[in-house]
């Protein structure tokens, strides 16, 4: 499952989600006879590249904070 769609985090997919959105609101038969699902792949395209963007970001900050902590760790060991 995926999270709350409609986020701030989200707004580059906004448009695709209101186009999901639209797609459901058509009634049941719509959704069952599979004609949302072209909506629905691209809603979960979307979010895939928007999580894998923040993955990158995420692992760019980590090195960073691991490079500041080895730094630490040899002034420490250089000091004793």
């Given at each position: 499952?995926h999270?709350h769609?409609?986020?701030?985090?989200?707004?580059?997919?906004?448009?695709?989600?209101?186009?999901?959105?639209?797609?459901?609101?058509?009634?049941?038969?719509?959704?069952?006879?599979g004609?949302?699902?072209?909506?629905?792949?691209?809603?979960?395209?979307?979010?895939?590249?928007?999580?894998?963007?923040?993955?990158?970001?995420?692992?760019?900050?980590?090195?960073?904070?691991?490079?500041?902590?080895?730094?630490?760790?040899?002034?420490?060991?250089?000091?004793?």
């Open positions: 499952m999270p769609l409609h986020t701030k985090d989200n707004r580059a997919c906004e448009e695709v989600m209101n186009m999901l959105d639209e797609c459901h609101a058509r009634g049941f038969l719509w959704k069952s006879m004609m949302c699902n072209d909506a629905k792949t691209k809603v979960n395209m979307c979010l895939r590249a928007q999580r894998l963007e923040r993955t990158k970001a995420n692992r760019e900050v980590a090195k960073a904070k691991n490079a500041q902590i080895r730094e630490k760790w040899a002034e420490i060991d250089s000091n004793s």
